[in-house]
């Protein structure tokens, strides 16, 4: 037969569509690595694309050229603290916060500042010290720190004391210019969700404040600096954000510390009052960075985590003012009991400029708030005169960025903002400048082949060049040049494939096309809407029926289709918003005992039972771990409710069951089933340990509808006569890579690789999703930890998702040698079905809203894309797993066939 070439990537479809067409005579190493190199580019191509940094530098700063009426300020952020939990009254009717009642009530202003997606710690003390929301290019950086250093109302102060968590205040002082923002920080380690008493952090902070004022007594250099001017004191409450992870918004431990905070406020405030003898220059602000939801999380934008408080008083701030009517589209203050106060509410990013015109510094370079002037008490022109600065510099951003763009542009694509070009700049400053000389001052405040395709490449390199654009933008631009190059050549093949296919009757042409289109879609579907799962998985349960299957196989059909429909129960189960059900743990772990004791049993009687005391040790050890696993749950759990912390024996337990867990399997028979049962196992007992309820059932139902999935496929190949069925009771993995005996593929096989797809897909999204730890619950990874430490806490729930796709990839594995698939086959399967899949996900990135957004989108184009990376990485894990095997005693070793 005639050998054909087909190097281009679309021609690599007539590699798997007929089972007739020749194969590809390029060599596999470069093949994959070609392969990986497209998709590698593409897929770091988005965070160009779409998460570039929008911070620009070199703006002027602008000040209110008037006096300020505070020399000093005092911010005071109560993480995690929600609007509702503060301002409501109890069930006595007695406020939860009385001495802020009765700030907000005769002192001060208030109203509800309504933070932006993502509410998270980090983005949300941006917007209030420096005036703009989330850099969308944090997301190359995780949520630890910003990517790009920014202004804020500390850099500008004169000085600025801080006191709370390490994850918060070295980000101010990092990006600071000069030494003049100081910060005290407790442990990391004490920001423990297990602790006694989360408040105890707050007290740590108010305890602190004191002792550093009482210090400054005898330290004159000290003492001196904390009585000047543009003075910031900053103190970060972390206690109530941690009790709501902990225990939810709803509990006591919540609303105490809500009064712990309510009480060390109303200390600091007296103590500083004192200190600078009660002068009236000092002005204070009670906020916080983001709410939280009845279930303790935060990320996204219900209104229960956008909704902060903002209670502001002292130097410069109005009274309160009360109203006969007020018009929300909420009825908080009906519930409040505050229908009488006029209710003042700002964007997060307002407060920025307000702190900054109290104390009178410039205005962050970076910031986008609006002053908020029903906040000030101060005359109409120094209003006016903060107003204008607030305009001037969010122009300055647009005047630096109108700059860079023109830069890079050619001049005669580059098309102006007309309602901000130079011309209306002057006429905007001008107008606004002149209406304040005339003491107009509202009138101010409202202004605001080879050859060819070579040449197509030096064409677009000659764009890219005079456009000034970075080295990755040619990479982006130039690789499909050969890529359509090799597709161009390689045209005939494609007609070719189009002809066979066509010469099909008509009908099964169509349907054969249409069923291809509807999967695919089906499983961009389920990554929006798990419910599609479930869906899929009901399709798949009459799989056996549709295709006359059952008649051959009534027993293995009626399991299938069981644990199709069992399995379909998860993917319609909530992620979020749900309590730790330890009992449906301990239950998943007494039904793993229970069914490795039948397997046990079931070895034991057949053909491929045990050889020797080791491999019997091995497999006791295994059980041993599910149950000592399903103790350690149970008790950690006990122990945290009991606020006795994470016992010792149960931590070291937990680590050395995720240590061994990937080596176990490596000690048993590589007897198909005695290995597959040896991988659940060992890898059931970690996800025991990461599991808080229903979860824990999901590798029970998913490794025995793959393990029925193997012997379905036996059933296929004699279905449609491929081959002949396997032995699958001796089939020995260690002797399963015999090339010489894989097939030619056939259409069912592209069914085949679908399924496997499929079930990766249920594997990530059956029980949650990969997108924002916002989905996931704190307390999975109780049993080994429970400091605060999120890339720690990130990489146990990652590994919680990635234990279902090893158990797949096993089962696949087991498919695949047993039905003598080649791997490169598979690999030009799934590198067709991603892809097509990519060119959805591609165009619903999205750059903006909750990092739970975001991280969705970002993680549907990533897992789709890398499916081809996924595979291979967990095809050589699975062989592995499946193909090797340690021997930990000299005796020899007995093989069976």
Known sequence: METSHCPGLLSLLQCWALPWWPPVTMGVPVFILAGLLVHFVFLASIFDIYFSSPLVHGMTPQQTPLPPPAK??????????????????????????????????????????????????????????AGFYEDVSAVAKGWKENPVEFDSVFNESKHTWSWGSPDILPMFAKGATGDHVYTFCYTAESEDFGAQDAAELDTWVFDHVKSFFNSSRSNQTLFSALNEEKVVLFLHLLGIDTNGHAHRPYSKEYKENIRKVDEGVEEIVSMLESFYGNDGKTAYILTSDHGMTDWGSHGAGHPSETLTPLIAWGAGVNYPQEVTSQ????????????????????????????????????????????LPLEYLNNSDHFKAESMFTNAVQVLEQFKVKMSQKKRTTLSFLFTPFKPLSDSEQINFLKKARLYIQQQKYSEAESTGPLYSFMFAGMIIAFFLLIQASPWTYYVYCLLPVPIWYAVVRELHVIQDLAANLWSLPVGHSVGFLLICILGIEL????????????????????????????????????????LCVFLAVFPLMPVVGREPNIPLVIVAGLTTLLISCFSLASFSRSENKYRGKEDLKVYFYQMFSIALSTYVVSSTHNSLKN?????????????????????????????LFQRLFSILLSLMATYLLLSTGYEALFPLVLSGLMLVWIQMEQEALQHYGLSLRSKLAVFNFAYATDITQFRQLHLDDIRRSFFFVFFIVTAFFGTGNIASVNSFDPASVYCFLTVFSPFMMGGLLLLKVVIPFVLVSCAFEAVQVTTQLSSKSLFLIVLVISDIMALHFFFLVKDYGSWL?????????????????????????????TTKRLELSRRTKHHSM
């Open 72 to 129: 000093r300020l005092v911010l005071f952020v109560a993480d995690g603290l929600r609007a509702d939990s503060l301002f409501e009254l109890n069930s006595n009717n007695t406020p939860q916060a009385p001495y802020l009642r009765a700030i907000l009530e005769n002192n001060g202003s208030w109203g509800i500042s309504h933070t932006r997606v993502p509410t998270e710690s980090r983005p949300g003390h941006v917007a209030l010290i």
């Open 327 to 370: 018009l929300f589209e909420d009825n908080f203050l009906k519930e409040w009991k505050l229908e009488n106060l006029k209710r003042m509410d700002v964007n997060q990013a307002d407060i920025a400029p307000l702190m900054a015109s109290l104390i009178g510094v410039p205005f962050p370079l970076n910031s986008v708030g609006t």
């Open 523 to 562: 499983l961009v579907f389920s990554f929006f809407y798990r419910s599609t799962l479930t869906v899929g998985l009901l399709v798949f349960a009459g799989w056996p029926v549709i295709t006359q299957m059952w008649v051959q196989a009534k027993r293995t059909t009626l399991i299938w289709t069981l």
């Open 643 to 671: 606020k006795q912390g994470l016992p010792v024996f149960n931590q070291i337990v937990s680590w050395m069951t995720l240590a061994s867990s990937s080596a176990l399997p490596l000690l048993s028979p590589t007897l």
């Open 853 to 881: 957004d975001i991280g969705t989108s970002i993680s549907h184009y990533v897992l789709v894309m890398s499916l081809t990376i996924f595979m291979m990485l967990m095809n050589g894990l699975a062989q592995l797993l």
